[in-house]
Structure formats: C-alpha cells, structure tokens
T-cell receptor, first 114, second 116 residues
Framework: NAGVTQTPKFQVLKTGQSMTLQCAQD?????MYWYRQDPGMGLRLIYY???????DKGEVPNGYNVSRLNKREFSLRLESAAPSQTSVYFC?????????????FGDGTRLSIL | GDSVTQMEGPVTLSEEAFLTINCTYTATGYPSLFWYVQYPGEGLQLLLKATKADDKGSNKGFEATYRKETTSFHLEKGSVQVSDSAVYFCALSDPYSGAGSYQLTFGKGTKLSVIP
C-alpha cells in the first residue's frame, strides 16, 4: 500500500549543482503536485499537473522545472541549486475530478543547498 | 484570491484537555474544506473534510463544522492525547478560483504539543 513515493528522502547539494526529485503514485490519480514547505510559510505550490501530458506553474515556480513522465510519475528538477531552495519538498496526487477529493502526500524530500 | 488563516501556535496542552484550533477562510466560490495533520518527519495526512455548508467532518475524535456564515472551519477535540502532538493544517479547494486542477490553499499550520 505505497501511495505516493518520493526519492530521495534526504539530499545535500552545493550551490550550482543540479538535481531531480522523483515522485510516483500507485493510486491511478490524474493530478499531481509539487510543494515546498518552509518554517512559518505553510505549503506553497511549485508546479502541478492536472492530467498526464499537462503541467502548470503554481505560486513559486522560479528555479524549478517539472516533467510528467507518465500517469504515475512526476519529477521536479533544480537546474542550478541556490541556498534559497533549501526546503522540504512534498509531492502529492489526487483524482482530480472534483474539489472535494483530497490530495495524498508523500513523506517528503529534505534538501539542503550549501 | 483565496486564503486560509489559522491560529498561530505553538499550542501546548495537557493530556485530556479540550482542543480548539481556529481556521477562517476567504474564497471566490463555495470551497471544500480540509484539515490535514503532519506528524514529525512525515508527510501530510488527511484528517477530515467537509464539502458544503453545515457539514461536519469527523475522524479519530476530531471534529470541524463548515460554517458558511462565519467562513470558518474550526478544529476541535474533546480530550487530547500525547499521540495527537503534530502540526495541523487547514486547507480549502475552490472550484471557482480559476486556478485549475482543484488546487489546495493551505494555512500556515499550527503546532500542537500535548504533555502528559
């Protein structure tokens, strides 16, 4: 009963390095999301994918790119990491058919940029 | 735009005390409302939800009632346990926001610590 799986769980990068965070869901959900969580800021949406083949910017997309590889997988890429991108990143998925369906979250990736 | 405001923490309670975490919202349409809980080192889990006015969501002894007249969705529990220590997030999904894909708008979270 995996739900939403994120890899890696922890990562330390140097400024300027690139990295891809992976996310996969096994619930046959249509919509997937990437958030970042910072102290005192709650969760902020980076990018989302309403359905396979589509992606859109959220509240804080600068410095990130995403790929909806297939219905199951949605990756987040940092092309040139900056210390301001130190955060905990969460992937989520939902059925996407109505507003009353909850999102299901992974356990997060804790990313530090030195 | 849509927004969610919840009481700032941290909140510290003794075991068996009554819990209230206030949440108010602003939305374009008639949103669905959610409470999520985040235990240390984990992702967010859905705690309860309500999809229309006067609905009451409940789970694990927690309750929240969708109050359209006061645009509120306060979380309550009659007797908290040490195991309830976590961060609680209020959130809404507004089908009329135009944002697409039923995005969630979150409050900033309230950290609850329950001491024996």
């Amino acid at each position: 009963n995996a739900g939403v799986t994120q890899t890696p769980k922890f990562q330390v990068l140097k400024t300027g390095q690139s990295m891809t965070l992976q996310c996969a869901q096994d619930m046959n959900h249509n919509s997937m999301y990437w958030y970042r969580q910072d102290p005192g800021m709650g969760l902020r949406l980076i990018y989302y994918s309403a359905s396979e083949g589509t992606t859109d910017k959220g509240e804080v997309p600068n410095g990130y790119n995403v790929s909806r590889l297939n219905k199951r997988e949605f990756s987040l890429r940092l092309e040139s990491a900056a210390p301001s991108q130190t955060s905990v990143y969460f992937c989520a998925s939902s059925e996407g058919y109505s507003d009353n369906q909850p999102q299901h979250f992974g356990d997060g990736t804790r990313l530090s940029i030195l | 735009g849509d927004s969610v405001t919840q009481m700032e923490g941290p909140v510290t309670l003794s075991e068996e005390a009554f819990l209230t975490i206030n949440c108010t919202y602003t939305a374009t349409g008639y949103p669905s409302l959610f409470w999520y809980v985040q235990y240390p080192g984990e992702g967010l889990q859905l705690l309860l939800k309500a999809t229309k006015a006067d609905d009451k969501g409940s789970n694990k002894g927690f309750e929240a009632t969708y109050r359209k007249e006061t645009t509120s969705f306060h979380l309550e529990k009659g007797s908290v346990q040490v195991s309830d220590s976590a961060v609680y997030f209020c959130a809404l999904s507004d089908p009329y926001s135009g944002a697409g894909s039923y995005q969630l708008t979150f409050g900033k979270g309230t950290k609850l610590s329950v001491i024996p």
